[in-house]
């Protein structure tokens, strides 16, 4: 079970987050008063006040940022005619474990993952270098516009999907995965904790 966070914790997330603590306890559902008296160890709050607390940090820090700021582009993509081993080369080249595919004017039409290609690779041996990106991509990944909140996108994430594509009209221009996300989190807890100092 992990440990919850003391007072100095949360009164160190919260400004790090950029928050009053007027705008922390507007955003929990709770009274400035309680706030200031948690992050004074004054009080010892109820597990559910603390856990509102936290989510709307998070939620706070989701929102301030967009798909556009957190997103790797280019995105590596390819045709439903690309051959297995050229996929294959692309994902150890770039070291991604999906790919999107996209027909010939940019539509994403599917996605090759690597379990699906090593699945290939036991059941069909040699005659699976026969077969196309298109024979065994599966459904598109799920997109968001560039000025999408990282809210969204973490809840897209944490469904159980292994990325999402950010596109721009029809053209994919980003993409996102979890690792980005901690990312981009470090960093701006790092720029935060540096400002607060």
Not at 179 to 189: P, T
């Amino acid at each position: 079970m992990s440990s919850l966070p003391t007072p100095e914790e949360i009164r160190r997330l919260r400004k790090r987050a950029g928050l009053t603590q007027k705008e922390l306890a507007r955003r929990a559902g709770v009274s400035q008063s309680l706030i200031a008296r948690i992050e004074s160890g004054s009080v010892d709050p109820r597990l559910s006040t603390l856990r509102r607390i936290l989510k709307a940090l998070e939620e706070y820090i989701s929102e301030q940022l967009t798909a556009g700021d957190v997103m790797a582009s280019p995105v590596i993509t390819v045709r439903p005619n690309t051959s297995i081993e050229k996929v294959i080369e692309l994902m150890w080249e770039h070291g991604i474990s999906q790919i999107p595919v996209v027909n010939n004017d940019g539509t994403v039409v599917g996605t090759v993952y690597e379990r699906v290609l090593v699945d290939t690779l036991f059941k069909y041996k040699e005659k699976a270098l026969n077969k196309l990106a298109g024979d065994i991509m599966s459904s598109p990944l799920p997109m968001v516009s560039p000025d999408e909140n990282l809210h969204t996108i973490t809840r897209i994430l944490r469904a159980g999907s292994p990325a999402v594509l950010v596109a721009s009209g029809k053209e994919v221009i980003g993409i996102i995965t979890n690792s980005d996300l901690m990312k981009c989190y470090l960093v701006l807890f790092k720029k935060r904790e540096q400002k607060s100092s």
